[in-house]
């Protein structure tokens, strides 16, 4: 069975710091998918990441894929308070379903 | 542009009752459609989804059941609620083929008395 792990689960970050969140998943998998949810909102769709390699950049979140380490990374660079949220990932499995993680729930402070 | 629909908002149920949630997709055409649903400060658990009408894969056994009887409508349904169908129910819409994202409607928060 697939296992998703994030790491940290929670973070409390200042504002302005840079921090990493990793995502280690348990079988192999092409394509990787980043999520953030807002308290009591639905998802909205950060980053998809198509193959090995991949990196995309969104103001101050960058995403990247390593397939072969089973392993992704959310970097966030000069945090601020509007990215305080719940951030998923979930890679691939099967034909097109995604398997989700724990979720790191970020806090930004002051 | 492409919209997600889901109806209800809230939901309050005794066990034992019967559950219909209700998605639509507009501005689009043959989409994957996909039921999620979230325990309180959980993540996400597939239940179930569909690449067209009629098709239904169920990722996870349980007492509900979802159907598909039009292109872009997708029902979750259930004829008896236990507590532990309590949560956040998403449904999320994907373009054929797969190659992009889950886009996720507004969710049902069903609760279970």
Redesign the interface.
Known sequence: ELKVEQNPLFLSMQEGKNYTIYCNYSTTSDRL?W?RQDPG?????LF?L?SNGAVKQEGRLMASLDTKARLSTLHITAAVHDLSATY?C?P?TG?????????TRLTVIP | SQTIHQWPATLVQPVGSPLSLECTVEGTSNPNLYWYRQAAGRGLQLLFYSVGIGQISSEVPQNLSASRPQDRQFILSSKKLLLSDSGFYLCAWQPPGGLETQYFGPGTRLLVL
């Open positions: 998918y999520y909102k639905s998802l909205e769709s998809v198509l998923f979930a691939k034909a097109n379903n995604l398997f989700f993680g724990t979720g």
